[in-house]
Each structure stands twice: as C-alpha cells, then as structure tokens.
C-alpha cells in the first residue's frame, strides 16, 4: 500500500468507526430507556400495593376489633385444673353458696339499754417504794435493763485463738497535751487571734 491509498482509506475507516459508536449509543440509549420504563412500572406495583394494603389493614381495624371483644365475653371460662382432692372442696364451696341465704340488707346493730347505775370505780393503783424514773432516751442498739452495769470495752480477738482464751488489751498510750496557747501578739497585728 503506497502513502495515497493510505490516505484515501484512512477517512473510510474513521467514518465507519464513528457510524459504530453512532449505533452503540443509539443501544444504549434504548436500553437505557427499556430500564427506565421497568423501574417507573415497579415504583407503581409497589405503590398500588401499598395502598392496597393500608386500605385492608384499615378496613380489618374498623370490623375486627368488635368481634373479637364480643367472642372473648362469650367464650365460657376455662375448668380449672385442681389439685389433688381440689375438686370437692370447689363442689362443696359452690354447693354452700347456692344453699346460703342471701340477706337483703345487713342486720342493724343492736343497741344496748342505758343502765342508771355508775360502773364501779377503776382500782388504784398501788405506790411504790423507789422514786419514779425520769424519762431518758436510750441511744442505738443500748438496752433498757443494762443501767447497773458498767460499760465495757469492745474486745478485739486474735483469728485463730481458741474460745477460752481471754485476749490480751493493748494499752493505748495517753493522749499527747496541747501545746499552751501563745498569749502574745502572734502576727505584730496588734490583735491576739487565736483565742
């Protein structure tokens, strides 16, 4: 192939490769608007679905609500199941409350008669020989007959001694005396300030 036939088949081919890129966009274009039309045509199915069901959903709240309230009240109540020997006490309760009489209105309580003599006069009581004990107030957990006994320390036990065993009190060590308070002018104010 010489340079000029080159030349003249070069436009050719061009012009067939853009003819088929012509036409592959023309398939897609199609193809593109078949998938656009299926997807509208979905979005309505689901939308007349939807409605659909809202309307039934509607329609069984407004009717179904009053049958099943009227089918619960009556529906006769279940027997209970009873224990072992249960079902005669339950036939002896039924048969007593069938024969028990029903009063009408309560009885009214009897009155009793106004007596005129004075009821006998209450006992005296007798005196006693100690002085009366003045009102005290018991602190947490103290006990109201421990007033002659002396109070005794808490007692702390070693783990693992045996029970006779008495345990042996630490002696504590007295308390350290407060330092006397200067009497002088602590800070040349003029003032005494710790008093």
Do not use: Y
């Not at 009821?119 to 100690?130: I, T």
């Not at 042996?168 to 003032?191: A, L, N, T, W, Y």
Request: glycine fraction near 6%; proline fraction near 14%; charge should be negative.
């Amino acid at each position: 192939m010489s340079l000029l036939d080159v030349d003249l088949a070069a436009p050719h081919r061009v012009e067939g490769i853009a003819a088929e890129g012509l036409r592959a966009l023309g398939a897609v274009r199609e193809r593109s608007s078949e998938v656009d039309e299926a997807v509208d045509e979905m979005f309505e199915r689901q939308e007349r679905t939807r409605r659909e069901l809202d309307e039934q959903v509607r329609q069984a709240a407004a009717e179904g609500d009053k049958p099943e309230e009227k089918a619960d009240e009556d529906r006769p109540k279940p027997k209970r199941t009873l224990s072992l020997g249960g079902d005669e006490f339950h036939q002896a309760r039924e048969t007593n409350q069938a024969e028990a009489p029903k009063p009408a209105l309560p009885p009214k309580p009897a009155v009793p008669p106004q007596s005129t003599v004075p009821p006998p006069p209450a006992p005296e009581p007798e005196p006693r020989d100690e002085a009366p004990n003045p009102a005290r107030t018991l602190k947490l957990g103290a006990r109201d007959d421990a007033e002659d006994e002396a109070p005794q320390p808490n007692r702390t036990t070693k783990l693992g001694a045996r029970d006779d065993e008495e345990p042996q009190r630490e002696q504590r060590q007295p308390r350290r005396p407060r330092p006397p308070r200067p009497e002088g002018d602590d800070d040349m104010s003029g003032r005494t300030w710790l008093r």
